[in-house]
């Protein structure tokens, strides 16, 4: 087997053929003096191998330079823009103004030490949060959304946002009438009723925010019988009244559009419907009360067997009077 591998080796060679072979064996080409002569001339297919493999580092080697000498140009180009844009005198200042902002006036160095984390937390808040991160102040020419916009009523600010056009004219008319409670009386119910006008604003919700009120603090009734009116000027949206205390249900109101300028009010329909509830009573008779005290105190002073007897005759009329009342007497109630 192993004469006959040499031979297949040779079969295969002069299968493939060589030109090179062939150019030394007619004459076209001769080894110099001293030059290697192989054993074995290369095939057409190790040639072609070897030309298709060179190709093929030529051009990878091409696409490597290619990158590379983009990514030159774009280094070159970023850093002539970062030359244009900071000049050696700005860094300076910028250097300076970071050194005055964070570290404490007077000190040359560039480096600090802090005894404990106490004193990192409060140099943080006192030189850079507090300083830097400022509530926006209506007035410093300077609209800052979405905690300045433009005004509508009493928010917002117009300084520097300017006026908000987009409104309409509204009038609110509450009237209360705390008096004929049979049990409560007008000063208490009064005092327990306040009410406003608020915007349902769920962005302000999930913010953890308070309700965006017309008025900055809770309107109050400061008469038994009294009828209050205000026109608001409203932006769109879902507004409504926020009444409190009015648990006896004496405080009705109406909402109307005024915003066609001509005195024309437009009645606008609120929900759920809001009307004022109504009391109803009876009384008993005033006298029972008095005669049958009278009966008990004039057999409480009668004496012997007489006493007795009308101190008993007085106990069977009371009982008949109590279970008189108690079939005809109506309880209290209210009606909306």
């Not at 007795?308 to 106990?315: G, I, N, S, T, Y």
């Not at 009329?317 to 009342?325: G, I, M, P, V």
């Amino acid at each position: 087997m192993s004469s006959s591998h040499p031979d297949q080796q040779l079969r295969s060679d002069q299968a493939d053929g060589s030109i090179i072979a062939e150019l030394y064996e007619n004459g076209d080409k001769s080894h110099r003096k001293g030059e290697y002569v192989p054993e074995r001339y290369p095939t057409n297919r190790e040639v072609a191998s070897a030309i298709e493999k060179q190709v093929a580092t030529s051009v990878e080697n091409y696409r490597n330079y290619r990158h590379v000498t983009w990514y030159t140009l774009f280094i070159v180009l970023y850093m002539l823009v970062l030359y244009f844009q900071a000049s050696s005198f700005k860094s300076g200042e910028v250097v300076a103004t970071l050194k005055a902002a964070l570290l404490p006036q007077g000190t040359t160095s560039t480096t600090m030490t802090f005894s404990s984390e106490d004193q990192v937390l409060a140099f943080l808040g006192n030189q850079i949060i507090r300083p830097v991160w400022k509530d926006p102040v209506c007035g410093d020419s300077r609209c800052e959304a979405p905690w300045e916009f433009p005004a509508w009523g009493p928010f917002g600010c117009q300084a520097d946002c300017g006026l908000n056009p987009n409104t309409t004219k509204v009038i609110v008319a509450l009237s209360a009438d705390f008096s004929g409670h049979p049990s409560i009386s007008p000063a208490t119910l009064r005092g327990q009723v306040s009410w406003n006008l608020c915007l349902n604003d769920t962005l302000r919700a999930r913010r953890g925010m308070s309700p965006l009120c017309w008025f900055a603090e809770d309107q109050v009734f400061t008469e038994v019988i009294e009828t209050q009116i205000k026109a608001v000027y409203l932006v769109d949206g879902d507004w409504y009244v926020k009444l409190d205390g009015d648990l006896a249900g004496r405080v009705t109101g109406a909402v109307y559009d005024a915003s066609q300028g001509d005195d024309t009010l437009v009645s606008i329909p609120v929900t759920p419907t809001w009307e004022a509830c109504k009391l109803k009573r009876q009384r008993p008779a005033a006298s029972t009360g008095r005669r049958l005290l009278s009966e008990f105190t004039v057999a409480r002073n009668a004496a012997g067997e007489a006493g007795d007897k009308a101190l008993q005759q007085a106990m069977a009329a009371a009982a008949n009077k109590h279970a008189q009342h108690d079939s005809t007497e109506q309880p209290v109630h209210l009606e909306l």
